[in-house]
């Protein structure tokens, strides 16, 4: 008893849960196995779209969220389908990608443990704005479009949590022009790798993919740069000890090599310039 109190404290903190990463990792190899309460409250209330919830907020939350697991290529939805629902995932990766003009697909974005996608198409648009697919075994927390609008009207204060998860991405957006503008192929293409590896939004202390689920063609698309120059820069960086490449897999071995391509964005002193 005092084993859950103490989980259930830690759920409802900022800082590492290490259980949760226990029970992630084991929900990867008994997928028909329900989340715990536990790992629900944690995700919520690590969920930039929940921030601001008060305690019964949390409880709400969790009583309207289901869970969803999908083996590799599953399909979560179509690009252009009414958007219903909105999920967190907390468990693998997932692809997010668009039809091209071509109609072949194009990867956009993968999103990893602690990130929520779809909230775009549900809140806005009315229609999915990218298809979703699990890029190897994973599981989702999901919340349907009624019980988000419930939450809502009954909690004002989400609406100021959605606005600032909108302004971040934008930021994003910006930083991804700017990184196409300013960098350098190689700078670039380090930042994709790491940013797939170990996303942003991910809350997991311990939980680092050193595996991309990639083919090179969609490296290329995230980078923003042709299959020759990814396979190029592969090729270099697989002889310098820095990754292993296979067609349709990326395994980083030195992270750190990649960091240090990474350009320095600190603002200088106008006295050291």
Same mark, same amino acid.
């Given at each position: 008893?005092?084993?859950?109190?103490?989980?259930?404290?830690?759920?409802?903190?900022?800082?590492?849960?290490?259980?949760?990463?226990?029970?992630? !990792?084991?929900?990867? /190899?008994?997928? +028909?196995?329900?989340?715990?309460? %536990?790992?629900?409250?944690?995700?919520?209330?690590?969920?930039?779209?929940?921030?601001?919830?008060?305690? +019964?907020?949390?409880?709400?939350?969790?009583?309207? @969220?289901?869970? &969803?697991?999908?083996?590799?290529? @599953?399909? #979560?939805?179509? !690009?252009?389908?009414?958007?219903?629902?909105? $999920?967190?995932?907390?468990?693998?990766?997932?692809?997010?990608?668009?039809?091209?003009? *071509?109609?072949?697909?194009?990867?956009?974005?993968?999103?990893? +443990? $602690?990130?929520?996608?779809? &909230?775009?198409?549900?809140? @806005?648009?009315?229609?999915?704005?990218?298809?979703?697919?699990?890029?190897? =075994?994973? /599981?989702?927390?999901? &919340?349907?479009?009624?019980?988000? %609008?419930?939450?809502?009207?009954?909690?004002?204060?989400?609406?100021?949590?959605?606005?600032?998860?909108?302004?971040?991405?934008?930021?994003?957006?910006?930083?991804?022009?700017?990184?196409?503008?300013?960098?350098?192929?190689? +700078?670039?293409?380090?930042?994709? #790798?790491?940013?797939?590896?170990? =996303?942003?939004?991910? /809350?997991?202390? %311990?939980?680092?993919?050193?595996?991309?689920?990639? *083919?090179?063609?969609?490296?290329?698309?995230?980078?923003?740069?042709?299959?020759?120059?990814?396979?190029?820069?592969? $090729?270099? &960086?697989?002889?310098?000890?820095? #990754?292993?490449?296979?067609?349709?897999?990326?395994?980083?071995?030195?992270?750190?090599?990649?960091?240090?391509?990474?350009?320095? /964005?600190?603002?200088? *002193?106008?006295?050291?310039?």
């Amino acid at each position: 008893m005092e084993q859950r109190k103490a989980r259930r404290r830690e759920a409802m903190t900022e800082g590492p849960l290490t259980p949760v990463r226990a029970e992630v !990792e084991a929900a990867l /190899r008994t997928p +028909e196995a329900a989340p715990s309460g %536990d790992l629900v409250l944690y995700l919520i209330r690590q969920c930039p779209l929940f921030q601001g919830l008060p305690p +019964e907020g949390w409880a709400e939350a969790a009583a309207c @969220a289901r869970a &969803w697991s999908g083996p590799h290529g @599953a399909v #979560l939805f179509r !690009e252009g389908e009414p958007a219903v629902a909105f $999920g967190v995932v907390y468990a693998g990766r997932v692809k997010l990608t668009q039809r091209a003009r *071509s109609g072949a697909e194009a990867l956009v974005r993968v999103v990893g +443990e $602690g990130q929520a996608f779809a &909230w775009p198409g549900l809140f @806005a648009d009315g229609v999915y704005l990218a298809s979703a697919a699990a890029l190897e =075994p994973a /599981r989702a927390l999901v &919340w349907d479009r009624p019980g988000v %609008d419930e939450l809502f009207t009954r909690f004002p204060v989400l609406a100021h949590s959605a606005r600032h998860v909108v302004s971040r991405r934008m930021r994003e957006l910006q930083d991804r022009w700017r990184e196409l503008a300013d960098d350098r192929v190689p +700078e670039r293409l380090a930042r994709t #790798l790491l940013r797939v590896v170990q =996303p942003d939004g991910r /809350r997991f202390e %311990d939980g680092v993919f050193p595996s991309v689920p990639l *083919s090179r063609r969609e490296i290329a698309q995230l980078t923003g740069t042709t299959l020759f120059t990814v396979s190029r820069l592969f $090729g270099q &960086w697989e002889r310098a000890g820095v #990754l292993t490449a296979s067609r349709e897999r990326v395994v980083v071995t030195d992270p750190a090599a990649l960091r240090r391509l990474l350009p320095d /964005r600190r603002p200088r *002193s106008p006295l050291s310039r």
